[in-house]
């Protein structure tokens, strides 16, 4: 029972933050997305093709979350948006205390968007509220048609899911419609995309990108109004 | 201070089930493994192919870890091996209790190879000792060659590595002599095998098996002198 009550305990605190984080975003009208996957979904190389995408309609920030190493900010740096790392130091997800305390590293006065990419992880970063508007799940389909089956709790979280990397397709041995199929089982309102963002062969950007910049202008709209 | 007390209380009853498990392990003379890696890192399949090559020199068994569903059982009953599953109902890893629970659906006595493969996580099962004799880390290639600095963790605590899907190398950016002398930068001491599991293009199974297969009877040769 102790440790039950201790879990509640820290989750308690977890969405107190949370709770903090949220009404400062919407403050500055700051629409945050917490993106969510495997190592290797390719999330970092997503954003770095979104955010060339993005950046000609609104203006974007990350915080970009990882065990260790500076590799992925410096990435995203290389895109001209401000970025600050968050490095957990072995912990498997980001929590909205740690959000919080990079968020005054941010002039938030200049920004529409926050994505926030979380350690790579399929289960434990979905059981954490950062604080964000809208969870956004990526997946490698080199990782396999019975992934949604079988880390259900991500898919139900999320309110889109991008299946990257689909240029494997001939590759590997996954019936996309099939696995499209087995998500909207799990989440019937999932959003989901396909894309690929390989040198040269750069696919289905464009659409996440406008759905995106849709839906940030109208949060924006709704809160002036 | 609560919290990083509870955490190592939870640690030390996690580390005293361990210690059971190791006890009657070694008193069987059952060799453990522990494979980690992340969602989609081909392990059932890898484990599909090794076990019928393992079963013509011991006889293995397998405790399969998931968060849902009994599908990677299903596919390990079909190779004639003893299996259970374990599932986590969104945890994110297994831990020693959970083993010492499916133990006594064994016969112990005919076994010589305990494979348990853990949830899909390439951090936090890294934390937990089952009771194991030796971690064993499973990576596709199709991660990106960045995984290992970014999850030293887990390559930190296995003796061994996979690197797995070889097949997709054509097509990822990946280079795999970099992914390999940063993985023995992090671990100098850990073992490294490449391996293609995909119909019709296995390779390096053989490999695998032959050192496990080794290992296995080396430690039962030690136990009975």
Not at 98 to 107: A, E, H, N, W
Not at 166 to 194: A, C, G, Q, S
Request: charged residues 25%; proline residues 4%.
């Amino acid at each position: 029972m102790t440790k039950i009550e201790v879990m509640q305990d820290m989750m308690e605190i977890n969405n107190a933050y949370a709770a903090d984080n949220r009404k400062l975003f919407q403050k500055k009208g700051v629409f945050v997305i917490n993106i969510m996957g495997s190592p290797g979904a390719g999330k970092t190389t997503l954003l770095e093709k979104l955010l060339s995408t993005l950046q000609q309609h609104i203006k974007a920030a990350v915080i970009e979350g990882d065990l260790a190493t500076a590799r992925d900010a410096a990435r995203i740096v290389a895109c001209n948006v401000p970025v600050i790392q968050i490095n957990t130091n072995g912990g498997c997800h980001l929590d909205a205390k740690m959000i919080s305390k990079v968020l005054p590293g941010f002039y938030m006065d200049d920004i529409d968007l926050m994505i926030i990419e979380n350690v790579g992880n399929l289960v434990c970063p979905a059981a954490y509220d950062l604080g964000e508007d809208m969870k956004l799940l990526v997946m490698s389909i080199a990782e396999g048609g019975d992934k949604p089956a079988k880390y259900p709790t991500a898919f139900l979280s999320s309110e889109a899911v991008v299946l990257n990397k689909v240029d494997l397709m001939p590759f590997v041995n996954v019936d996309i419609e099939e696995m499209k199929n087995e998500i909207l089982e799990i989440n019937p309102k999932i959003k989901i995309f396909e894309t690929c963002c390989r040198q040269g062969e750069v696919t289905g950007i464009d659409d996440l990108s406008d759905w995106l910049v849709e839906i940030v202008k109208q949060k924006k709209q709704a809160s002036r109004n």
